[in-house]
């Protein structure tokens, strides 16, 4: 009888957490996106005007032979509406910001 009750309450716990994995948040996607960099070349930028979600610049910063990558703070895309518009952006100090693009979720 016990070991009965014991497969019993084990089936249980797994059923529960099969259950569990099988669900998924709702997707949310930002679209017409833009990345840029500024007039010096070493400060990346990202916006989205459209969509939900979030996003950030991510870009390559180049410096005296090295290559690193680095990621500006996430944006709600709807905070990001205004006049100016709020961007993400990520400095590469006295490197070069290159390859800017936007990462979102």
């Known amino acids: 009888m016990r070991r009965t009750l014991i497969g019993l309450v084990v089936a249980a716990g797994l059923g529960t957490g099969a259950a569990l994995v099988v669900q998924s948040p709702a997707a949310a996607y930002v679209y017409n996106c833009s990345a840029w960099t500024n007039g010096d070349g070493n400060v990346a930028y990202a916006h989205c005007s ?6 950030r610049v991510l870009t390559d910063c180049a410096n005296v032979g090295r290559v690193t990558t680095v990621g500006g703070p996430w944006i709600t895309r709807s905070s990001g509406d205004g006049d100016p518009p709020v961007v993400s952006s990520a400095g590469c100090g006295s490197g070069y910001a290159t390859n800017p693009r936007v990462d979102s979720h």
């Open 50 to 55: 459209s969509g939900t979600g979030s996003y």
